[in-house]
């Protein structure tokens, strides 16, 4: 039997990214694999050709971190013919000259302390040992990350070049890539001109030209190109003779994010990089047209003539932090372009609308052989052994892909790059970009709205701050330290007691639901999921989607409305694009069952009615009978509220009795007044989402991509019970489940907080003793169970009962894990 070609793959760009996909799809053993590059392999003008090669660590995101720590292991290996490695591991210092960033530099270090990375917050004579040239009187103090350090990336870029060829991958340089051709909904070729390379497989790894390729394939690639600017002293007199190379470095990397400056040693020269300036977003129409031949390092399409004046006040801040500078001046600078997002991550994975078409996009070196990897395993294998969740091509709105709001929301995050920002922080602008019927009412009631996916969220309602009068005493929320309390309110208590002893409306309608018909819907859903999709119309099941490695790719609740009809309750648009890819191809492959796809979330609104009390307002309102025996819990029906069209499902995020009460949006002004008006005389409230967060902690209710990723198995994640052990028919990831759970080292467990006050707010490090063993996921003060909770990634070998330590902003705190749920774990208040 002969073996099965590996598809032909044809990858745009030899940048760090491109180049490092191809040396890893040859390192999986395909090497079937074409790349074409517009400039000079040697020098291809993009931004890896100009990129200072900074390369740090510290960062929020888990998966972010571990490319990182992919790449500074795969640059250090990458060696020349005189044995130099391409990384220069000199460490990373990040100083602070305020108080507020100094508390900001313990939160990093906990970031790092939480995936593994070394990282210590060092005093400011330890910053000044470290980095000579600093102004003794400005910094209180750094964080040092010792495996930082500077990629050398056109010259590892060279050799992985060299290693992939030497293993049969084919590189074309000065190839224009003008058309991709598609049929039948998946890629059929690259054309270059009068060229045309046939291909199963494309990956755009265009950088900042990305958009561009994204357009002939009808992919919306939301990025912006922009101008940063770096510049160079003339030689410093105290670093003649340090550095051996003309770039070399032998001191940290340095960060002064108080003023959205960089530093780096380059020979006897200072190397400076400034966020500091305005945005000067790049119209690529307008780039130069350099002819492959005329690029050099100085001269090539991403970079653009310096503009001192947007330095200026820069450089005097340099010289004010390095003093030595103040003997120099600037040398040469340039505007190198880069590529900025909607909301800061890279843009990985494959599109939704074309099969085969992939991107790798705004990926900056410290990340570029990390998600090189990550792409060459998806497909290879079909998945990535890191979790591509928050950095997924298809994770935006349709909205947040407009060229307006990509632009808009790009400048802004290249203005607040080092800022210090909360994590519950929300973007200024643009704002009120979606609403559900309900947002006129929620404002009458004193909302106060944070922003998600471009909705606007409710946290809690000022109308609810009378009842903190009324609050008992053992309900009130404990003061809390300056940097929890940020975006936090007491209100939060009444809203949580009111839920709990009498009745609330909370606004579900950003929660993304799916319709998924057709004679193949129920098939379709059965073999992605781990419950039953085949139940009689009514059911509801909240299930798991997992890829072929056992791994959560998301969690969701489908309830089947009629035989053909299914209503999905899911997490985003990664979700959309997969179940959507496959309806498609199961479509295809068999006419009979086809399956539409629709996202009905813009045209349809939710109310969450939950609390003892909330059976006596629907009695009010629906002539239906809506008792626990009239519709059960995990079950669905439709009925009629004031005349309304709604669907009733009997479940509850937050542990109570009641519904989720869907409509169309077109009558969800008048449902909403319509319940509102029927609870007057049971005390009913709207509840915003930082009760609604508590009250899911307390009853242990998972999020996907917070709790759990691809990551982690169900068994691990507390989820064995959504893979239902009555399902004998195969479902994706079934047969790798028994060995990866038996593989799994970690579990997700529940911590309460021993004082009972401290709130922390998620990614802090864990100690089990004195070493970093965990980290937490979810966190809030539980306002039932009278303590803070937290939930964390914790080894196997810690039992309930076991003390722990968190590390919040650079002390630790003394916690215990306990057994969960903390609230109503025999499930009798939720199931009425």
Not at 60 to 85: H, N, P, V, W
Not at 340 to 365: I, K, M, N
Not at 611 to 616: D, E, Q, R, T, V
């Amino acid at each position: 039997m002969r073996p099965t070609p590996s598809p032909r793959v044809v990858i745009i760009g030899a940048g760090i990214v491109g180049a490092n996909l191809a040396d890893e799809l040859a390192q999986l053993g395909h090497t079937n694999t074409l790349v074409l590059e517009q400039g000079p392999l040697g020098i291809p003008g993009g931004s890896t050709s100009h990129a200072p090669g900074l390369v740090f660590s510290s960062n929020g995101s888990k998966s972010m971190t571990a490319f990182a720590q992919y790449t500074i292991k795969k640059l250090t290996s990458l060696t020349d013919s005189e044995g130099r490695g391409s990384y220069l591991p000199v460490g990373g210092l990040e100083i602070a000259t305020t108080e507020e960033r100094l508390q900001d530099l313990h939160r990093r270090a906990g970031w790092n302390r939480s995936y593994g990375v070394e990282a210590h917050v060092v005093d400011a004579d330890e910053c000044l040992r470290l980095f000579p040239l600093l102004n003794p009187d400005m910094p209180l103090g750094g964080l040092l990350t010792p495996g930082d350090g500077l990629a050398l990336a056109a010259k590892g870029t060279q050799l992985v070049i060299e290693r992939a060829r030497a293993a049969g991958v084919e590189f074309r340089d000065r190839t224009v890539v003008t058309d991709i051709e598609q049929s039948g909904g998946r890629v059929t070729a690259v054309v270059a001109g009068d060229e045309r390379f046939p291909a199963d497989v494309v990956v755009s790894c265009a950088g900042f030209w990305g958009p561009n390729i994204g357009k002939m394939v009808g992919t919306e690639i939301p990025l912006l190109p922009l101008a940063h600017q770096f510049a160079w002293s003339t030689p410093v007199r105290s670093l003649a003779g340090v550095n051996e190379l003309p770039n070399g470095a032998s001191r940290p990397i340095l960060r002064y994010q108080d003023r959205d400056l960089y530093y780096r040693e380059w020979g006897d020269t200072i190397g400076i990089g400034s966020y500091a300036h305005r945005p000067m977003p790049v119209d690529l129409d307008t780039l130069p047209a350099y002819r492959p031949e005329d690029i050099t390092g100085e001269r090539m399409p991403s970079s653009l003539p310096f503009t001192p004046e947007d330095f200026a006040a820069e450089w005097k801040a340099s010289q004010e932090l390095l003093p030595d500078l103040r003997n120099t001046e600037i040398k040469r600078g340039f505007n190198g372009i880069f590529s900025f997002t909607p909301d800061g991550g890279s843009l990985v994975g494959e599109s939704r609308h074309v099969d085969g078409f992939f991107a790798a996009e705004a990926v900056w070196v410290t990340h570029g052989p990390g998600i090189a990897r990550a792409v060459a395993e998806l497909i290879a294998t079909g998945q990535s052994s890191i979790d591509l969740s928050d950095c997924d091509l298809n994770r935006f709105e349709d909205v947040q892909t407009t060229p307006e709001y990509v632009s808009e929301t790009s400048q802004q995050n290249f203005v607040e790059i080092y800022d210090v920002r909360h994590p519950s922080e929300p973007r200024l602008s643009p704002r009120n970009v979606r609403v559900s019927p309900f947002h006129e009412q929620q404002k009458a009631l004193g909302a106060f709205f944070l922003e998600g996916t471009g909705w606007e969220r409710p946290h809690w309602f000022e109308a609810n701050a009378a009842l903190l009068e009324e609050l008992p005493s053992e309900w009130a929320a404990p003061e809390r330290d300056a940097w929890s309390d940020k975006f936090h309110s007491p209100i939060a208590a009444a809203e949580v007691w009111k839920t709990r002893t009498a009745v609330a409306m909370f606004d579900m309608t950003q929660l993304k639901r799916l319709e998924i018909t057709g004679p193949g819907a129920g098939p379709l859903l059965h073999g992605l999921t781990t419950s039953s999709m085949l139940r009689a119309p009514g059911a509801v099941s909240y299930t798991l989607l997992l890829d072929e490695a056992g791994g959560i790719t998301s969690d969701i609740t489908v309830a089947r409305l009629s035989e053909q009809s299914y209503q999905a309750g899911v997490n985003s648009n990664v979700d959309l694009a997969y179940i959507s890819r496959k309806a498609r191809h199961q479509s295809e492959e068999d006419p009979a069952q086809w399956v539409t796809v629709r996202d009905i979330t813009p045209g349809t609104c939710c109310i969450g009615l939950w609390g003892p009390l909330a059976a006596a307002v629907m009695e009010k309102v629906s002539r239906d009978d809506l008792s626990k025996d009239g519709l059960k819990y995990f079950r669905a029906k439709e009925i009629s509220i004031g005349g309304i069209p709604v669907t009733a499902m009997r479940l509850s995020y937050v542990g109570e009795f009641g519904w989720e009460l869907y409509a169309s949006a077109d009558v969800g002004h008048r449902l909403w007044d319509v319940i509102w008006e029927a609870g007057q005389e049971h005390g009913i409230i709207a509840g915003g989402r930082e009760a609604f967060n508590s009250m899911r902690l307390e009853k242990g209710f998972r999020s996907f991509g917070t709790d759990m990723t691809s990551d982690h198995e169900p068994d691990q994640a507390g989820l064995g019970f959504a893979v239902k052990a009555s399902k004998t028919d195969d479902f994706v990831g079934k047969s790798a489940l028994a060995d990866r759970a038996a593989a799994a080292t970690t579990r997700l467990r529940c911590l309460t907080v021993d004082d009972g006050t401290s709130v922390v707010l998620g990614k802090e490090p864990v100690y089990v003793g004195d070493e970093a063993s965990g980290y937490v996921t979810s966190a809030a003060y539980g306002y039932t169970v009278r303590q803070p909770i937290a939930y964390a990634w914790l080894p196997n070998r810690v039992e309930t009962g076991d003390g722990v330590e968190i590390e919040y902003l650079g002390r630790r705190i003394a916690a215990t894990v306990v057994d969960d749920p903390l609230y109503d774990p025999e499930m009798t208040r939720l199931r009425g």
